[in-house]
């Protein structure tokens, strides 16, 4: 039987929610036919891939450990999507975030202060925000490409933290390694459990998550936002400026993936070092999207690529296999979300029966 | 004799909507045929069903006493089937002869080919220079190239769908001398129109469409055009009253010697603009699209700044540098022809898109949405205007053009503007709504708010305007009341044939 790809009348609502299921559905099928190619017993791998690590209170700390960034991040970076503002740059943002806050920690003058964890904060969050600045200056007065310019700015983020770990602020006695001396107890988030790497850091992510959904739901900066992403014309016909658009999506997006760089280094690092992310702030967008830029969505979305992390790491120590597994499955991941969404509004009808040939 | 065309059964289905249902019809070699329709009847669907663009569900087609048993628009060529749509398909940055090339089959010479054209041009009384760029041509000359393109495959069956709602009354005559002459000559042709005056005046016989039926078939020239419409419509053609008015003693609106040229080398310069809306007046501004009706809107909305623009007040007050939304604030509304994505935001629900422009009605508070407020403006609206929807938590996209275009008015209405603009207020809506919307603007009009219209349709106009502009490349003509003007000199106004003597319009052309 042929089928033809015919327009919904409305977009369906159960695909909207269904489409994520059927992307990570379609993600493990593939997976396991990789598994095998690599000559590997796809349900044994998937096993260790996606079950073991959760097996532990351990492998459940670090779990939330990562999700937290890809969280926190996501819902900055859905306000920005949601209005057509794209920051690809939040790795570059978290970075710099890192950066400022690390800079806090390590030379403000009273290294016991309870004011030190605060304030590193306000300077990662700062931080991460003036980086998101620039393109949100080109953009709105010189009409840039935000894409572009939040890309490469994150290149030269990533290299000017290199620069600092490398040279000036590179620890004396760390038989140098590419990192600085380790932050003051002060300058740490509290730990939940001394075992555990797991720390108090994910309380901003949670308040960011429950900000981020009264903005874009019960806001009328959100409102004026969504209306900018959906349609730009009606935006300017109602007289909602653009450009307040572009400098909240980008410094929204941007301070948060500030402060997540800051939590990296006050929380599982305990200093600055060349490696201070694993690709939060890239893996951040696919959250976003996954969470088809809701709140609850992108709560699962964080959970569900922390695990790609660990569950990557952890075939490459069990079985191991290869460290670009973690990137193939968030790439399939997005992929297969990206070709699910068509569902939404399209679907599948049998083709109808060609005109009948011959005079009756 | 045996008919060029028979259709028999034609069904055609999309979701949600049955665009053809059970169509049979049949069209003599030598006929102008007309389908009448209103908006959204199945016209132009049928039309795509024989010219093969797209493919019918159920029944079947015979041309010429053979029958089709797979179709498509290259057999449709094979077979002599042409078809000049609504909207053209020409390259804008090539020639005339250079854009028919594209479709002409066979060896690849111009000088040849522009020889061909300008014969065929002048043989059916459709003057065309094959080597003007398409840009340059205005939208009666590139619907020319469309059909002399059609003419040099000695088409045997022609379809021309809406060919009169880009021209203005002038170019109408001609072009039916044109059609005359081929169907003498043997063409058949399919007519698609939704008025009744043209078909009356030109074709031998009609089907007429109503929700994808056939509900009649007629004679036009026998047939009165209140049997017409009532096939069309179903029922009686509603009527609008015009009460006398009394304006306010300054101008609402008032643009004082607009000039501006245009940056785009498609768009159009407005050039020594003046124009005065009174409130308690309906002011129409007529026009071909695409002589500065886009531009001159634009600035008045407040959607495009023009540092030129500051002779524009409103109330009394100089607003011309000021964004659409404070405009808004000191009593603009505005509808535009765009509803979708412009109007309205095509996903949002319609409680969303009553805040749209509705949101100064306290719909926020602390920067926080009062939702109960929003929806209780939009089932406000919906209740008022009549539209048709399942609540206010449908999205825009979802409802017929008409059914959104009445909430669009409805909304900017509800706001208690003092100056309203609206652009091509009944466009795509079917003959009740917009018999509603005009009244609806008469009625706003009458409790002292200024009304301006845009339109291209001059029957609107007529019906519901107190004072008339026309807009002809850029410039506006003098004001024309409507008890002592007619479509006729109206009509020449809008191609710039004659100059108005206390207007600067001759001067340009």
């Not at chain 1, 096993?47 to 937290?68: C, D």
């Not at chain 2, 055009?225 to 306010?248: F, K, N, Q, W, Y």
Request: include cysteine.
């Amino acid at each position: 039987m042929r089928f033809q790809i015919e327009r919904r009348v409305e977009p369906s609502s159960f695909m909207r929610f269904a489409a994520p299921v059927y992307a990570t559905f379609s993600t493990l099928v593939v997976g396991s036919i990789m598994f095998a190619l690599l000559g590997h017993n796809p349900a044994d791998t998937l096993f260790a891939f996606f079950i073991t690590p959760l097996m532990t209170i351990n492998g459940i700390s670090e779990w939330l450990l990562k999700a937290s960034p890809l969280i926190l991040i996501g819902c900055g970076l859905a306000i920005g999507f949601r209005a057509n503002v794209w920051n690809i740059g939040a790795e570059g943002q978290l970075v710099i975030g890192a950066v400022c806050a690390s800079g806090v920690g390590l030379f403000y003058p009273d290294p016991e202060s309870a004011l030190l964890l605060p304030l590193m904060v306000i300077a990662g969050m700062a931080g991460g925000m003036a980086w998101a600045a620039i393109p949100a200056f080109l953009r709105a007065r010189m009409n840039t490409n935000e894409i572009l310019v939040t890309l490469m700015m994150t290149y030269i983020a990533t290299l000017l933290l290199s620069l600092l770990v490398h040279g000036p602020w590179r620890d004396p006695d760390g038989y140098n390694y590419p990192q600085t001396a380790l932050l003051p107890d002060a300058a740490l988030f509290e730990l939940f459990d001394p075992m555990y790497r797991l720390n108090t850091s994910i309380f901003i992510t949670i308040v960011a998550v429950f900000a981020m959904w009264f903005f874009t739901e019960r806001s009328f900066f959100g409102y004026k936002m969504s209306v900018g992403g959906a349609a730009p014309l009606a935006a300017r016909y109602a007289g909602f400026k653009q450009s307040g658009s572009i400098w909240m999506g980008l410094l929204i997006s941007g301070g948060v993936a500030g402060i997540a760089g800051m939590a990296e280094a006050a929380g599982p690092l305990g200093q600055l070092s060349a490696q201070i992310s694993p690709g939060y702030g890239f893996a951040a967008i696919i959250v976003a999207f996954i969470g088809r830029l809701h709140a609850v969505g992108i709560v699962l979305g964080g959970l569900l690529l922390s695990l790609l992390y660990l569950g990557g790491e952890a075939v490459q120590l069990s079985l191991g296999l290869p460290s670009a597994l973690t990137s193939i499955f968030q790439g399939m991941l997005l992929f297969f979300l990206l070709a699910s969404d068509f569902l939404i509004f399209y679907r599948f009808t049998p083709f109808p029966k060609p005109i009948k040939s011959g005079v009756t | 004799m045996t008919p060029r065309l028979e259709l028999r059964h034609i069904c055609k289905r999309y979701p949600g909507v049955i665009a053809n249902d059970d169509v049979s019809l049949s069209v003599m070699p030598g006929e102008i045929h007309a389908v009448l329709g209103e908006n959204g009847a199945g016209k132009s669907t049928l039309m795509k069903i024989i010219y093969g663009a797209i493919r019918a569900d159920e029944g079947e087609m015979v041309f010429d006493g053979n029958p089709i048993a797979s179709h498509g628009p290259s057999i449709s060529r094979a077979l002599g089937i042409e078809m000049v749509y609504q909207h053209f398909a020409l390259f804008e940055s090539i020639s005339v002869v250079e854009n028919i090339a594209l479709s002409v089959s066979g060896k690849f010479d111009l000088t040849a080919l522009a020889n061909r054209v300008r014969d065929v041009s002048i043989k059916y009384g459709l003057p065309i220079d094959p080597h003007r760029f398409v840009c340059n041509l205005s939208v009666g000359e590139r619907q020319r190239v469309e059909i002399v393109r059609c003419l040099l495959q000695m088409p045997k069956l022609l379809i021309l769908d809406e060919p009169t709602s880009v021209l203005a009354p002038q170019a109408v005559t001609k072009l039916f001398e044109t059609l005359r002459q081929l169907a003498a000559e043997g063409c058949s042709i399919l007519y698609i129109s939704h008025k009744l005056d043209e078909v009356q005046v030109l074709c031998d016989s009609a089907t007429v469409l109503r929700n994808g039926l056939i509900t009649g078939t007629a004679k036009p020239k026998q047939s009165t055009p209140i049997e017409l419409a009532r096939m069309m419509v179903g029922a009686d053609l509603p009527e609008t009253h015009l009460d006398p008015s009394t304006t306010s003693d300054t101008p609402f609106l008032n643009v004082d010697h607009l000039t501006a040229p245009s940056d785009d080398p498609f768009g159009v310069s407005l050039n020594d603009v003046l124009l005065s809306v009174f409130g308690g007046e309906v002011v129409g501004i007529a026009g071909i699209s695409g002589n500065g009706q886009a531009e001159l809107i634009s600035f008045l909305s407040g959607e495009v700044l023009f540092k030129g623009a500051d002779t524009i007040t409103l109330d009394g007050k100089d607003v011309g540098q000021l964004d659409a939304g404070h405009r808004r604030e000191r009593g603009l509304a505005f509808v535009p022809e765009e509803r979708l994505g412009r109007g309205a935001v095509p996903p949002h629900h319609l409680s969303d898109n009553a805040m749209l422009t509705g949101h100064r009605l306290g719909m926020v508070k602390h920067w926080m949405i009062q939702r109960g407020k929003a929806n209780d403006f939009a089932a406000q609206i919906i209740r008022k205007f009549n539209v048709k929807t399942t609540g206010y938590e449908s999205a825009a996209n979802s409802l017929s053009g008409g059914n959104l275009q009445k909430f669009i008015v409805g909304r900017e209405i509800e706001l208690g503007p003092k100056v309203l603009i609206i652009s091509q207020p009944t466009w795509g809506v079917d003959v009740g709504a917009a018999a509603f919307i005009r009244q609806a603007l008469i009625d706003l009009s009458r409790t002292g708010a200024a009304v301006l219209i845009i339109s291209e349709e001059l029957d609107e106009l007529f019906e519901v305007c107190d004072r008339l502009h026309v807009i002809c490349q850029g410039q506006l003509s003098k004001s024309l009341d409507r008890k002592n003007t007619n479509v006729e000199e109206v009509g020449l106004l809008m191609t710039g044939l004659k100059s108005n003597p206390n207007s600067n319009i001759g001067e340009a052309v």
